[in-house]
Structures are given as structure tokens and as C-alpha cells.
RNA sequence: GGUCCAUUCGUCUAUCGGUUAGGACGCAAGAUUUUCAUUCUUGAAAGAGGAGUUCGACUCUCCUAUGGACUACCA
């Protein structure tokens, strides 16, 4: 009998979550509602040194805007409360204790500075430091000293950690999901601390196999530089004598930096002009770094790009939307190396799922930005204006630039257009259009482009120099839209006023 | 340095012993077009190297090389 799916996300707050984050989120979650399962936030806010405020909130509407829902945790609560580790701390302690008595574990009073005098001098000797087999008995620890010596140095209020006694020369078989058989020999892994007296909280470690335990988590699904410590993680459920009930790993390959070298990381987005994370971000400190959302990507493109690097679905489709995803995920399916991170693809993405939206959604995504510019219209031609360009645009930004002579006359005109076409014949030739343009009752697109194209026909003139010499006139620029698209929008009276504009304020060439 | 993980076009990837090694991004060319784009078509572009196993290897094994992660009283 198959228990329970229960996955769960536990970033630590020591600053807003990246990109890599949000994918090993989005992979839990997945898996979670593939399986008809729970997914969990808990917040891992053990290191007390290193916790950032606003973190946790970051972390929380990071995943709201990718669509990432939480089942139980931070924030909804649930059956496991509290789900922030540091009001977990009483928690901890008892376990540390367990695994003392049971002879898994040791006190250690070393201090931070010995430590370090110790990793010098062997460093100076070429040699790296392990606090393991070969040492623990060596140093002031409760295998070394008397039971009374070790009491008394608690009582006295030394402080002291709780380490995990790392077997000798022994090997430990492990099970990934992704990964597969991984062997390891204890010898060459080091005895961990588990819990400081300093400030009465547990490491990663312990905190984490205690919590995913209580929390019934069934499968771990993380970032892969933690495989180095799956087999402590192994061990500990051992210790615990919670083989039975231990969760399946899965360890997710990493995002590299774009150029290689390494994973990607927080300072990447800056100096390579892309963002790292889902949402703009302040720090305490008042440093500032860009964000997905407010550099004009979808949250579904973000989603579907993040879903892509690491996972594929073995067909050639590329679009997903998060229930395809769900529908279609599966960890068997997730590469074992790690993936560079494209930005160009990312850009991609949006621009396909920008070439998707619908007028009406686009209109409120765009009337913002109208606005700023002091344009005021209604949401029926904001969407249409922004429906004719949209498949020229990546973000919503660029539908300014692309559709402003939608709304406001040119007054200026571009100098390569205009020594192209303001000169020779072609002014007369405009006041010729005019006059056909203002003959036309039905100005729509289809009505329009049929009678000046007659036109044009019967006066046997060039198609290329009337369209770009109204076009000039009409746009100012040698870009846009079809001629058609623009004076069925800007409609029959504001072409006649643009036309009569230039033939007034321009003087031709030559 | 040690331990572990990985290795198919520049990049993301498909292939689960027999394929002209497929797709996508990017790039190039062409077509369409009143402009700029879009779109469409086409093209260049890959199994790190070496040994095995096998009738046959990108696919399995080993070695080498390269890349990466980890090596804290951080997660």
C-alpha cells in the first residue's frame, strides 16, 4: 500500500528566492498534483546569522505569482504547525539527545576558534581538516572526556554542539529517483554538528530529517548539491530507526550561468543583463535586483521556460500550461545534468505566450502604460491596437513603441523616410490621396485598401511610393502596421488632419 | 587535494543496442510584404577521447579528459 504523496518546498529566508528555487518549488508541486498529493511550505530559518526580513514574504508571493499553491504550511497552516522552524526549536533539542543516548551522537565543546587553528595547521601541512573518527576522541568532546567533566561544562554554561558520530569504513547504499544507485564510504564523510547550544537551534540536518519525519513527507525533491549529504541524511534516519517511513530522493540537476562556469547565482542577473529572480527585489540594505514579473514577463511563460530546464515531456511540444504540466510531469523524466540558463529562450517564451493573449486581456495589461504616456482611450481600442502589433511585441512594454501613432500624430517624421519619399512627385501625389481618402464613406480596412488600390491601379502610379509616402505622413516612420490597419483605427478625419500636417509643416527634399 | 555527480549541434534536449541521430532557441539564406516586423521554407551545426562487451553501440562496462556540486557551529 502506497502512502500518501507529501512533498514539500523549505527555502531558507536569507534572501529573495531565485530562479533555481522556484524551479525545484515548481518540481515539487508538480509531482504533488500528479500524485493527487500535499505540498508543504516550511521555512528553514535555523541560521540565525544569516536571516534576511522580507525574505519569507518574497519567498511566499514568489510562488503566488508563478501559480505554485500551497497545500499546508507558512502562510495556510495545517495539520504539522507551525511550519517555520524556529518555532520548532523545543522540538530539536529531544531528538539531539536521542540520538546522544543511543551512542549516533556526541557533545563537543571545541570552540569556533580552535576549530580554525586546527583547519590552519592543517592546511599548512597540506592536509585537510575532518572532524571525524580519526580526531573526535582526540578532541574535548563527551567520548573523550568523563561523564562528570562533560556535566559539568553544561552546567557551567560552556557551549557545546551535538555531532553526528560518522561511522568507520562503511558503506552506505542510497536510492535516487533521478540519479539512481549512489554508494558511499563513511570514512570519507566528516561528523556533522546537529544542534548548537549557542543558540539552541538545530543544523540543517537534523532540523530537516526531524521535520520531514513529523511532517510525513514522502518524497525529497531538491537541488542537487545536497546529494553529497544524502547519506548522513540516510544514516540519521537509521539512527532514528525511521528507515521505514523514510522519504524517496529525488536530487534535481542544477541551472548554470548562461556562459558555463558554474551555478547560476544571485549576482549573474546584473552583470549579464537578465533577471534571476521571479520578483523585484529590496534589501534591507536598500540594494535592488531585477525581477521576472516587473520586467514584463508572464508568470506562464517564467513557468513554462523553468519546467523545460531539467524536464521534458519526450514529445516535441514546447507550450504548456501548469495543468499540461501537471498532467504530464513525471521525475523519470528529468535530466541528470545540469542546464544552462538561455535568456534569449526565456524572451521566447513570453513572446509566444504574449502572441496568445487575447484583446481583452491585453487591453488591461496595457492601459497602464497608455496612461503613463498620457493617452486616454477606451479598452476596446487599447486591445485592438495592441491585437494588431502583438506579434511583433516579447513584452507588454514594447506595444507602446509599436502602437503609439495609434493614438497620437506624429509631428516629427524619420530622416531616412522622409529623403526617401518627401521629394520628386510624391508630395503632389499625397494631396491626390487625400482627396480619394476623403471621398471614401465606408473607411474600413477592407473598403479603404480596395479603392486606393484601384486607384493606384488606374493611375498606373508606383504602389511603393504612394503607401510609404502616406505612410510618412500617417506614421511619421518606415515601420508599423499595415496602411489599412492604421486609417481604419485612426479613422477618416484624423488621416485627412495628419495628411494636411505634413503637406503644411514639411518641406520636401530638394 | 578528497568525495560524489555529470558529459548528444553554440544552448535546451529526443533517442531507453539496429534511426538519413529528431525538435526548439539562436544564427544564415530565400519566399511573402506598401514599411518595420511577423510568418513560412531551406541551410549550417552534435554523440569528449580510448579500450572493451556485442553480429551491431550515442545507448552497456572500464579508463582518461573535461565540467559541476560538496568539503562551516550556512542552507
New binding site residues.
Partial sequence: MSREVRVRF???P?GPLHMGGVRTALYNYLFARRHGGKMILRI?D??S??FVPGAEEYIIESLKWCGIEIDEGVGVGGPHAPYRQSERKEIYLKYAKQLVEAGWAYY?????E??DAL?KAAEAEGK????NYTVREQLPTSLSLSAEEVEARIARGD???VRFKMPENEIVEMDDLI???????TS???D??LY????E?????L??IVDDHLMEISHVIRG??????LPLHYLLYRAFGWQDTQPQFA?L??L?K?T????LSKRDGDKMGFPVFPLFWTSPTGETAHGYREDGYFAEAFVNMLA?????P?T?Q?LFSMQELIDGFSLD?V????????P??A??FN?QYM?RKSDEELAELFQPILREHGVETSDELAGKAAGIMK??ATFITDLWDLTSYFFVAPTSYEEK?TKKYWKGENPARLKEVREVLASIDDFSKENT?AVVGAWIAEKEYG??QI??T??LAL?G?????????VTAFIGKDECLKRIDYILENLKPIE
Fill in positions: 523549505a527555502p531558507s536569507t528553514e535555523t541560521d546569522q544569516r563537543a565543546f571545541d570552540t569556533a580552535e576549530l583547519r585537510t581538516f575532518a572532524y557551549i557545546w554542539v540519479r539512481g544507485h549512489v554508494k558511499v564510504n570519507t564523510l566528516d556533522k554538528v548548537k547550544s549557542a543558540d537551534l538545530p543544523t540543517y540536518h532540523a530537516n542537487e548539491e545536497w546529494l553529497p549529504s536530487h540537476p542544477l548554470l548562461p558555463g562556469g558554474g551555478k523545460l530546464l531539467g524536464w521534458n519526450g516535441e514546447e523524466r535530466s541528470k545534468s545540469g542546464a544552462r540558463f538561455q534569449d529562450k524572451k521566447w513572446a502572441h506579434e511583433r523616410q485598401e504602389m511603393g503607401m510609404n502616406l505612410r506614421v516612420a518606415g515601420k508599423g502596421p499595415g496602411m489599412y490597419d
